[in-house]
């Protein structure tokens, strides 16, 4: 075989062994997929055990709503708590068996949530475009989703493991 044929192939070989290397899953993260495609927009890297918090402005009574959720070791999402500051339009107004109302620091919390869901549909807000993403150890970080999104776009959250090329080709959410 002449060096130019050798050369050919061992560069394809090393190519290929990239490309292999680039897609094995090596972290984990909530991912968020543009409406209902595979079409990585960003993604905040998380583990099993991490908890975040999908804040949202009511459109009627125009506070916040505080959606609080934990990774699961499966990769569900289980939404644990809620809370707000006024019962009306699509807002729980007691809990149910096995969860705690309570009403502390002026806001309503309905804690011991068990709603588990494999993935979350998110809108930014469009007429009230003041949606957040809270998470860290204590919730330190916190960024509003404008920054990384337009008002009106939708999204499908999931926890997934990203390979190298996934990460690559996303945007990392950072504070």
């Known amino acids: 075989m002449s060096k130019v044929i050798k050369r050919f192939f061992l560069t ?14 090596f972290k984990h993260a909530l991912v968020f997929y543009k409406g209902n495609t ?10 099993a ?18 959606e609080k959720y934990k990774v699961l070791d499966n990769d569900d999402i289980k939404q ?13 107004s007691n809990a149910l068996e096995g969860e705690t109302f309570v009403y502390e620091d002026g806001k309503y919390h309905i804690k011991d949530l068990d709603n588990v869901f494999p993935t979350i549909n ?5 007429t009230v475009s003041e949606n957040r993403l809270v998470w860290g150890a204590d919730d330190q970080y ?3 989703l404008n920054k ?23 945007v990392e959410i950072h504070e």
Do not use: C
């Open 12 to 25: 394809a070989i090393i190519i290929l062994v990239l490309m292999m290397l680039a897609s094995i899953p």
């Open 38 to 47: 595979e079409q990585l927009e960003a993604y905040l890297p998380l583990e």
């Open 49 to 66: 055990g991490d908890t975040f918090q999908l804040i949202w402005k009511h459109s009627i009574h125009l506070t916040d709503v505080v």
């Open 80 to 92: 644990y708590e809620i809370v707000y500051e006024h019962f009306g339009i699509g807002m729980p």
């Open 122 to 126: 998110l809108r930014n807000g469009k």
């Open 142 to 144: 916190i960024i509003p």
């Open 148 to 170: 990384y999104f337009k008002p009106g776009d939708w999204f499908t959250l999931k926890i997934e493991q990203l390979s190298l090329w996934d990460y690559l080709k996303g």
